[in-house]
């Protein structure tokens, strides 16, 4: 009986063990052999446009706005009126007000003013609606309305034709998420509005590194921090080469999500 029952546990342990080791390889991060050559953000915007954002208010969107201020392009935040907006105000930004979950109030933003650029770095995981899908497709339409040169949208790897490059854990934890990022990518993409698609891997706090890549290679995953994808969503909206390609987002030195710098 004893004997039973230590094959049954170390038959359990075993296979915990199997399980294990096939979730950490499968989160390990995996570098395309073919990415884009993306230069570093150019030191004074070529384009003297502003800028309008959607989600600056959000961890990417500060990094973004602080980033795009600190090279003196002029930003324009979309923001509900109920959003604080103490943060950014510190970062000199003009304020429009308009919920992205309001398809007559986006469109007004988008045509308040001659933008180089529209970024939807909009994300909210418990949303009824959410704007991950509705609030994209309205700032989609909002900017394509305008005559806006180009949307950038950041959503996620896992999304549209990257699902099965997102490990199992990404894609349980976004499980809810990845749906509707690919119906604002597809509506996006469908829609003939000038466009660039990020997809970043797992987004982490730390030190930004000034290291990433971006690949159209769909097998792409990866890890970066905030930082660092602000750092990239500048370059690409210097590259007019990056216009109409959807990309991979992450960082070559990290290899897995604790190996960050604090």
């Given at each position: ?12 342990v ?18 395309p052999?073919?990415?884009y050559?993306?230069?570093?953000p ?25 980033l ?11 923001v ?32 308040s ?24 497709i309205n ?6 309305a ?11 790897i ?46 982490l ?11 159209e ?11 660092d ?31 960050i710098?604090?």
């Amino acid at each position: 009986m004893l004997k039973t029952i230590f094959k049954v546990l170390l038959g359990l342990v075993l296979v915990v063990v199997a399980l294990v080791g096939y979730l950490l390889f499968d989160l390990r991060a995996k570098v395309p052999d073919d990415t884009y050559p993306l230069a570093a953000p150019l030191a004074v915007s070529a384009d003297p446009r502003p800028v309008l954002i959607f989600g600056a208010s959000g961890a990417t969107g500060i990094e973004l706005v602080r980033l795009l201020r600190a090279r003196g392009d002029k930003v324009t935040a979309a923001v509900r009126a109920s959003s604080d907006r103490s943060e950014l105000a510190a970062l000199g930004v003009e304020f429009v007000v308009a919920d992205a979950l309001d398809a007559e109030a986006v469109r007004a933003a988008a045509a308040s003013d001659d933008f180089r650029a529209v970024v939807s770095s909009l994300y909210c995981s418990n949303c009824q609606p959410s704007v991950d899908d509705v609030g994209n497709i309205n700032v989609a339409e909002g900017a394509r309305a305008a005559g806006v040169p180009r949307m950038l949208l950041v959503s996620t790897i896992g999304a549209g034709d990257s699902y099965q490059s997102a490990n199992l854990i990404s894609r349980y934890i976004l499980r809810d998420i990845l749906p509707l990022k690919t119906a604002a990518e597809d509506h996006l993409l469908a829609s003939g509005q000038p466009y660039t698609i990020l997809r970043p891997g797992g987004l982490l706090p730390g030190k930004t590194t000034g290291r990433g890549f971006i690949s159209e290679d769909r097998s792409a995953f990866g890890f970066l921090t905030r930082g660092d994808l602000a750092r990239i969503i500048v370059a690409v909206l210097d590259d007019p080469g990056t216009v109409n390609k959807v990309f991979a987002v992450a960082d070559p030195g990290i290899t897995l999500p604790w190996d960050i710098e604090e």
